[in-house]
């Protein structure tokens, strides 16, 4: 019999998809049983008790979290999400309620050997529930009590050589597509690229040194499959610099309907027969590509490596050789002053271990935004007020027409003094000399 009645969120237990309260009620009443004998650290209950407030909040269409919460482990000034119910009499085993943010490897590869290891630390001492994984990234272990945090971080690092992940104003745990490990896409090793940062910026990571948070995202080319230029303010983005590599034959194999386009992701439904000029040559956004009945052809200058074409047609388009990624900053979410997306900054950049021309984009941004940044403001906020130009001096960068989608249309341009003869010191009876009043 469960602690807490819950009829809506029975509810909820009905339909196709994974249930969580199915699922968290499984997780209840394996702790109840205890198959094991832990000698559990927190309540036994706190999954019965978690569902009990989520009813409550159901029914009151309002949290029952209350405000904020500073706990964490000594060394670290973040990585922890404090959090206590505001009915603590009624629900005994989630008013200490943290979340651990732990670092998930590159692409979210694992072996069942360290979950299993990672599950026995967390079902002993938290609530046995998750969160696999949080937005940015982390293993987000959900549940838990002040006194068991430097418990679990003592076992996390000794005995599964795991950290934490980041949180606060620092460098959240970057996060990548998972790039040449298993996709033809890859512009650069993804993977390589996510470990390297989180490792080189562990202290940057762990303790608050910044204006407000900053993420690091690694897309290993433009679809964007961990959406870079959405979610992080330096965003890395794989591409190629030549030509897209044409198999003719293999082209032909699409034309004649031997190979599905876009390796059969709308198969669902008969869109007819591939048609190569409406479904590839017609829709490439810069024009570039040519279909004489026999031969496909791309005009390499005009290409915008936009993918569409290499995602129709992957057995027969291929990314080029000279390969590196592209560097864009600043995007957020609204708050405060609009959502932005990343915005170019260096066009082409090498991408090979140990991504010293990275990096070095990194620290130039991070010089100038830890010093200019205002408290609490992103780097894209910083951008918009002391604007792209200054980024582009500070990251060294020449302004160049990539930059922009289009140039500005009002004329309150700024001149840097020494690039107008005579600079700004004008004597007013030097001009009046020549027009008298
Ligand atoms: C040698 C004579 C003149 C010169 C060199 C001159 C120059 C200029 C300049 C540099 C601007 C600013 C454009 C901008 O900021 O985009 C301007 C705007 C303007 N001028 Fe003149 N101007 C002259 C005579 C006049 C006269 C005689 C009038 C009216 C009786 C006049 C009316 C205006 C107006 C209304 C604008 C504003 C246009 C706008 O903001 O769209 N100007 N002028
Ligand atoms: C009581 C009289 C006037 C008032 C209250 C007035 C007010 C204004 C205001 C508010 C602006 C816009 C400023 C801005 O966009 O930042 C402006 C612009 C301008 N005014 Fe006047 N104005 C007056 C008289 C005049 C006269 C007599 C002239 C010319 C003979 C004149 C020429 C202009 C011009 C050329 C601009 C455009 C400046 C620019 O585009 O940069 N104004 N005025
Ligand atoms: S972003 Fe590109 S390289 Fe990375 S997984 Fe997606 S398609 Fe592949
Ligand atoms: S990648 Fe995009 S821009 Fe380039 S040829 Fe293909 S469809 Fe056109």
Same mark, same amino acid.
């Not at 949290?63 to 919460?69: A, I, P």
């Not at 998930?104 to 079902?123: F, H, V």
């Not at 204006?211 to 290993?220: M, R, S, T």
């Not at 959405?230 to 030549?242: C, E, L």
């Given at each position: 019999m469960a602690k807490h009645a819950t009829p809506k969120l029975d509810q909820l237990e009905s339909g196709p998809w994974p249930s969580f309260v199915s699922d968290i009620k499984q997780e209840a009443e394996s702790r109840a049983k205890n198959p094991k004998g832990l000698d559990y650290q927190i309540p036994v209950d706190c999954p019965e008790d978690l569902l009990g407030v989520l009813e409550l909040s159901y029914n009151d269409g309002e949290t029952h979290w209350k405000h904020g919460g500073i706990v964490g482990v000594f060394g670290y000034g973040g990585g922890v999400i404090g959090?206590?119910?505001?009915?603590?009499?009624?629900f005994p085993g989630v008013a200490h309620f943290?979340?651990?943010r732990l670092n998930q490897p590159s692409g979210k590869y694992y072996t069942s050997e360290y979950l299993r290891a990672l599950c026995d630390i967390w079902d002993l001492r938290g609530s046995g529930l998750t969160n696999m994984h949080g937005s940015t990234g982390d293993i987000v272990l959900l549940g838990t009590t002040t006194p068991q945090l430097e418990e679990i971080f003592?076992?996390?690092?000794?005995?599964?050589?795991? #950290?934490? =992940?980041?949180?606060?104003?620092?460098?959240?745990?970057?996060?990548?597509?998972?790039?040449?490990?298993r996709c033809e896409y890859a512009c650069y090793d993804t993977s390589a690229?996510?470990?390297?940062?989180?490792?080189?910026y562990q202290d940057e990571l762990h303790r608050p040194a910044f204006p407000y948070k900053f993420k690091f995202k690694f897309d290993g080319?433009?679809?964007g499959c961990v959406a870079a230029i959405a979610r992080s303010d330096f965003s890395v983005i794989g591409t190629w610099k030549d030509s897209i590599k044409i198999d003719q034959a293999a082209v032909k194999a699409y034309v004649a309907g031997e190979f599905k386009p876009n390796a059969g992701a709308h198969s669902g439904r #008969?869109? =007819?027969k591939f048609d190569l000029v409406k479904e590839v040559v017609e829709l490439c956004p810069s024009e570039a590509i040519t279909w004489d009945g026999a031969k496909l052809t791309i005009d390499r200058k005009e290409c915008v490596r936009c993918m569409h074409c290499i995602n129709t047609m992957p057995r027969a388009l291929r990314i080029g050789d000279e390969r590196g990624a592209s560097i864009l900053c600043g995007a957020k979410a609204p708050i405060l002053d609009g959502a932005q997306m990343s915005s170019l900054v260096v066009p082409f950049v090498e991408a090979q271990s140990p991504f010293d021309e990275i990096k070095e984009v990194v620290e130039n941004i991070w010089d100038w935004w830890m010093e200019e940044g205002k408290n609490r403001e992103r780097l894209g906020e910083t951008m918009k007020r002391l604007s792209l130009q200054k980024l582009l001096e500070v990251t060294g960068q020449?302004?160049?027409p990539r930059h922009v989608m289009e140039p500005r249309h009002n004329p309150y341009i700024?001149?840097?003094?020494?690039?107008?003869?005579?600079?700004?010191d004008r004597d007013i009876t030097e001009y009046r000399k020549r027009h008298l009043r």
């Amino acid at each position: 019999m469960a602690k807490h009645a819950t009829p809506k969120l029975d509810q909820l237990e009905s339909g196709p998809w994974p249930s969580f309260v199915s699922d968290i009620k499984q997780e209840a009443e394996s702790r109840a049983k205890n198959p094991k004998g832990l000698d559990y650290q927190i309540p036994v209950d706190c999954p019965e008790d978690l569902l009990g407030v989520l009813e409550l909040s159901y029914n009151d269409g309002e949290t029952h979290w209350k405000h904020g919460g500073i706990v964490g482990v000594f060394g670290y000034g973040g990585g922890v999400i404090g959090r206590y119910c505001d009915q603590p009499e009624k629900f005994p085993g989630v008013a200490h309620f943290h979340t651990v943010r732990l670092n998930q490897p590159s692409g979210k590869y694992y072996t069942s050997e360290y979950l299993r290891a990672l599950c026995d630390i967390w079902d002993l001492r938290g609530s046995g529930l998750t969160n696999m994984h949080g937005s940015t990234g982390d293993i987000v272990l959900l549940g838990t009590t002040t006194p068991q945090l430097e418990e679990i971080f003592w076992e996390v690092t000794h005995n599964l050589n795991t #950290d934490l =992940g980041g949180s606060g104003s620092n460098l959240r745990t970057p996060a990548d597509c998972l790039g040449e490990t298993r996709c033809e896409y890859a512009c650069y090793d993804t993977s390589a690229l996510a470990f390297e940062m989180t490792n080189e910026y562990q202290d940057e990571l762990h303790r608050p040194a910044f204006p407000y948070k900053f993420k690091f995202k690694f897309d290993g080319c433009p679809n964007g499959c961990v959406a870079a230029i959405a979610r992080s303010d330096f965003s890395v983005i794989g591409t190629w610099k030549d030509s897209i590599k044409i198999d003719q034959a293999a082209v032909k194999a699409y034309v004649a309907g031997e190979f599905k386009p876009n390796a059969g992701a709308h198969s669902g439904r #008969d869109w =007819g027969k591939f048609d190569l000029v409406k479904e590839v040559v017609e829709l490439c956004p810069s024009e570039a590509i040519t279909w004489d009945g026999a031969k496909l052809t791309i005009d390499r200058k005009e290409c915008v490596r936009c993918m569409h074409c290499i995602n129709t047609m992957p057995r027969a388009l291929r990314i080029g050789d000279e390969r590196g990624a592209s560097i864009l900053c600043g995007a957020k979410a609204p708050i405060l002053d609009g959502a932005q997306m990343s915005s170019l900054v260096v066009p082409f950049v090498e991408a090979q271990s140990p991504f010293d021309e990275i990096k070095e984009v990194v620290e130039n941004i991070w010089d100038w935004w830890m010093e200019e940044g205002k408290n609490r403001e992103r780097l894209g906020e910083t951008m918009k007020r002391l604007s792209l130009q200054k980024l582009l001096e500070v990251t060294g960068q020449p302004a160049d027409p990539r930059h922009v989608m289009e140039p500005r249309h009002n004329p309150y341009i700024f001149f840097k003094e020494e690039e107008v003869p005579g600079g700004w010191d004008r004597d007013i009876t030097e001009y009046r000399k020549r027009h008298l009043r």
